[in-house]
């Protein structure tokens, strides 16, 4: 991986040999991710191994926007892109992070099953209970995504709870099916990291 440089024009930063060690790792742990998703077999595997897999990559992904260049990215996103495009890409991809780090008893993605009490258990306002308070009756999205791999499309919908009040019982799969999901979340992260790369022009030198 070539060190990661900022993607807007008048933001770009290289990073500190700190954030270079940091950000080579999670970038190669992130990429051998997307490269076993990307095979058949994967979908094969034990439901525990392929959602503890995909909860590393949300775990990892949540750590590099910390990155400052991510969020200028992220910003412009909100300029060139489809609508909603930036809020799942970072406040829906934190949503699903939060969930899957506060709450570790679940093995298996259509085992994520949650509502308000549980998810407020010690304090109410925060991350998990403002983000379904706010996307709570959003219209649904959605979106195609390429399969270079197989050459084939692969279409994904991301629903949001029509409420979000005591006693609703909301499941991560409503907001979105397994495998459509994991697709597309890896290919929406990895559009936002790839935007850190510098590609080599393979002419120059």
Same mark, same amino acid.
């Given at each position: 991986?070539?060190?990661?440089?900022?993607?807007?024009?008048?933001?770009?930063?290289?990073?500190?040999?700190?954030?270079?060690?940091?950000?080579?790792?999670?970038?190669?742990?992130?990429?051998?991710?997307?490269?076993?998703?990307?095979?058949?077999?994967?979908?094969?595997?034990?439901?525990?191994?392929?959602?503890? $897999?995909?909860? %590393? *990559?949300?775990?990892?992904?949540? #750590?590099?926007?910390?990155?400052?260049?991510?969020?200028?990215?992220? /910003?412009?996103?909100?300029?060139?892109?489809?609508?909603?495009?930036?809020?799942?890409?970072?406040?829906?991809?934190?949503?699903?992070?939060?969930?899957?780090?506060?709450?570790?008893?679940?093995?298996?993605?259509?085992?994520?099953?949650?509502?308000?009490?549980?998810?407020?258990?010690?304090?109410?306002?925060?991350?998990?209970?403002?983000?379904?308070?706010?996307?709570?009756?959003?219209?649904?999205?959605?979106? $195609?995504?390429? %399969? *270079?791999?197989?050459?084939?499309? #692969?279409?994904?919908?991301?629903?949001?709870?029509?409420?979000?009040? /005591?006693?609703?019982?909301?499941?991560?799969?409503?907001?979105?099916?397994?495998?459509?999901?994991?697709?597309?979340?890896?290919?929406?992260?990895?559009?936002?990291?790839?935007?850190?790369?510098?590609?080599?022009?393979?002419?120059?030198?």
């Amino acid at each position: 991986m070539n060190p990661p440089n900022g993607p807007v024009e008048g933001q770009a930063k290289k990073p500190s040999e700190q954030e270079l060690v940091f950000l080579t790792q999670a970038y190669n742990f992130f990429y051998d991710i997307c490269e076993e998703m990307r095979s058949e077999s994967f979908w094969q595997k034990d439901p525990y191994y392929r959602f503890s $897999r995909v909860r %590393d *990559a949300f775990l990892v992904y949540s #750590e590099v926007l910390e990155y400052e260049p991510v969020g200028y990215f992220l /910003e412009a996103l909100k300029k060139a892109r489809p609508p909603m495009e930036a809020e799942l890409s970072k406040e829906f991809f934190l949503f699903i992070r939060n969930l899957l780090i506060h709450f570790p008893f679940f093995k298996s993605w259509d085992e994520v099953l949650f509502n308000k009490g549980l998810i407020n258990w010690s304090k109410p306002g925060r991350t998990i209970d403002k983000f379904l308070a706010k996307f709570a009756g959003h219209d649904f999205v959605k979106y $195609r995504i390429w %399969d *270079a791999e197989n050459k084939k499309f #692969e279409y994904v919908t991301i629903s949001f709870p029509k409420v979000y009040g /005591e006693g609703t019982e909301i499941m991560l799969k409503t907001f979105m099916p397994e495998r459509e999901g994991m697709i597309f979340s890896m290919s929406l992260m990895r559009i936002v990291l790839d935007s850190q790369v510098e590609v080599e022009d393979p002419t120059n030198g």
